[in-house]
């Protein structure tokens, strides 16, 4: 699937640009996907400086209530890859009462997106995305004003980022 990342190219210059918290969009058949992507390794010989930022910031329950509402607000999803064969969790994950839902085959309830993230198993690489999807019709529709859009919600998401990579620069 085309895809375009974004990050600070300070940033970038470190480690494994793989490993790295990054603002992205992606198309394919049928949606556009943009927002915050980062990566956890399946290997614990790799270095897990951005997902470690990310997670010990997303721990902290005022910045997990923080991006709940943030999720509400822009009608984001939480989920890992969709174009992978394995995935550490199926399903897309939405703020729902102030909490999260898993939605997939079947839904769940979720207390703390951190416990959940910390209950997934290691061994599996995780792709984890959390987006606005828009349906192809509604992008053709607005035209050249989803540039917009999309800088709109980095912005608004900036925050997590700089977290994410506040022990990298």
Known sequence: MPTV????IKHREREKSLLQAK?????DESNLYYGFYIERSNKSSDKRTDWNAFFSWVS?????IWLNKICIENDLSIYDKYDKEERSFKGTIKSHNNKWRIHGEEHKDIDS???????????IWLDLIIAKIESKNEVLN????????ISK????L????????????
């Open 153 to 156: 919600l980095f912005e608004i």
């Open 158 to 169: 900036m925050p997590l980022y700089k977290a994410s990579i506040k022990y990298a620069t």
């Open 113 to 123: 997106l951190s416990v959940f993230l910390s209950s997934l198993d290691e061994t």
């Open 5 to 8: 990342q974004w990050d600070d």
């Open 142 to 149: 607005k035209g050249e004003s989803i540039a917009d859009d």
């Open 23 to 27: 603002f992205f969009a992606q198309l």
């Open 60 to 64: 902290n329950k005022e910045n997990e």
